[in-house]
């Protein structure tokens, strides 16, 4: 290989490197809170829950790639509600 390809070579690397390093960054993993008013156990509840994952997903969301569902169930505890809500 002569000089000036080499050169012509690493010259284009060194330009696409920047482009492969950013492509490599993992997505940024984003938080969603939940308060729910019912027990974790009601099933109407439960497929709200999976109403709002399969949502998620058809936007692109995934739990545990690019984001992160935490879950409070309050039931009939408005002083528990309070307390989530706050934190």
């Keep these: 290989m ?3 390809d080499f050169i012509r070579l690493a010259g284009g690397a060194a330009t696409a490197w920047p482009f492969a390093a950013r492509a490599q960054q993992p997505d940024v993993m984003r938080r969603i809170g939940v ?8 099933s ?5 829950i999976s109403s709002l994952r399969k949502e998620l997903q058809n936007l692109g969301w995934s739990e545990g790639r690019n984001l992160r569902i935490d879950y409070r169930w309050g039931a009939l505890n408005a002083d528990l509600r309070r307390q989530f809500a706050q934190n």
């Design 2 to 4: 002569r000089r000036r």
């Design 44 to 48: 109407e509840y439960q497929t709200y």
């Design 35 to 42: 308060l729910m008013t019912a027990l974790e156990g009601d």
